[in-house]
């Protein structure tokens, strides 16, 4: 099972937007309503952003929010925030009991 | 509150084995799956795979059969995740998540395993 692909960066002034895409196949991210959104700073576990496409955690600031058109997700930023500056993996359900995650996107918060 | 919380950072030499532990606390570890992630240094997040804390029967990704098993004792709320004939590109951390209807929902902090000579 390939990787999912994430450009490798993006960037943003503060108060900006970014998205950041994740393209799949049918088999993944096309077939399913299980993709997910994880944020990662350096040093720390992924914590979890986005499930089922495009719901949010308790606790995760409405500016994040996620969409899925064909066999593409996406995750976008509103209003970057310092703390945005960290890795951002994809993660979908692949069949068979088998997740697969994105090959990550660094967002740089200028 | 629910936590994970994952044994200390291993140093093990080539061909060696290393048991890395999960504990959950704060719900009953049998309710939810437990998810094992892989993050070789400076790269990206792999799904290893799962253990069904139900019925023990694990599923692995591929890439990760043959010398990773996944196991768990419920009596104490603790996942392990094996690794048999550990070579350099084991070094990683390996993380536990839960799994079930939302995944990932909650992580341990990690754990570093380093193989070298």
């Known amino acids: 099972q390939s990787a999912l692909i994430q450009p490798r960066s993006v960037s943003g002034s503060l108060g900006q937007s970014v998205t950041i895409s994740c393209s799949g196949t049918?088999?993944?991210?096309?077939?399913?309503?299980?993709v997910s959104w994880y944020q990662q700073h350096p040093g720390k576990a992924p914590k979890l952003m986005i499930y089922d496409v495009r719901k949010r955690p308790s606790g995760v600031p409405d500016r994040f929010s996620g969409f899925k058109s064909g066999n593409t997700a996406s995750l976008a930023i509103s209003g970057l925030q310092a703390e945005d500056d960290a890795d951002y993996y994809c993660c979908s359900y692949a069949g068979r009991s088998i997740y697969v995650f994105g090959s990550g996107t660094k967002v740089a918060v200028l | 509150q629910v936590q994970l919380v994952q044994s200390g950072s291993e140093l093990k030499k080539p061909g060696a084995s290393v048991k890395v532990s999960c504990q959950a606390s704060g719900y009953t570890i049998t309710g939810y799956a437990m998810i094992w992630v892989r993050q070789v240094p400076g790269q990206g997040l792999e799904w290893m795979g799962f253990i069904n804390t139900n019925t023990g029967n694990p599923t692995y990704a591929q890439g990760f059969t043959g010398r990773f098993v996944f196991s768990l004792d419920t009596s104490v709320g603790t996942a392990y995740l094996q690794i048999s004939s550990l070579r350099a590109d084991d070094t990683a951390v390996y993380y536990c998540a839960r799994g079930g209807a939302i995944v990932g929902d909650y992580w341990g902090q990690g754990t570093l395993v380093t193989v070298s000579s």
């Open positions: 049918s088999s993944d991210v096309g077939g399913t309503n299980y």
